[in-house]
Nanobody, 126 residues
Framework: QVQLVESGGGLVQAGGSLRLSCAAS????????MSWFRQAPGKEREFVAA????????AYKNSVLGRFTISRDNAAKMVYLQMNSLKLEDTAVYYC???????????????????WGQGTQVTVSS
């Protein structure tokens, strides 16, 4: 059974840091690009960051560029999102996504991902 499980969310003060993790199982992890999306209350799910199957290319939402870093460990079947200098507007449920196509690049559209985790809540307080 293919599964993604996120962890690492929590409550943090503005300016603080969190590291999200996503554990993958049931699919040849190293063949697939991975992503992080987020959804705030009353808003649509939006792209945050993506990484190609090899890790050689990444893409970021403009507002997180320079603050967030996506990385992956193919041997451990893990993808990470290091979030620094967190802002109030980063508050959301964060979801890990697996691309539907093997050997894909760092796609930024949610339509490119067919497998999602259950999400982990990130709350940034003032």
């Amino acid at each position: 059974q293919v599964q993604l499980v996120e962890s690492g969310g929590g409550l943090v003060q503005a300016g603080g840091s969190l590291r999200l993790s996503c554990a993958a199982s049931g699919r040849t992890f190293s063949n697939y690009a991975m992503s992080w999306f987020r959804q705030a209350p009353g808003k649509e799910r939006e792209f945050v960051a993506a990484i190609s199957w090899s890790g050689s290319s990444t893409a970021y939402k403009n507002s997180v560029l320079g603050r967030f870093t996506i990385s992956r460990d193919n041997a451990a079947k893990m993808v990470y999102l290091q979030m620094n200098s967190l802002k109030l507007e980063d508050t959301a449920v964060y979801y890990c996504g697996s691309n539907s196509r093997r050997w894909a690049s760092a796609d930024t559209s949610g339509n490119d991902y067919d497998l999602w985790g259950q999400g982990t809540q990130v709350t940034v307080s003032s």
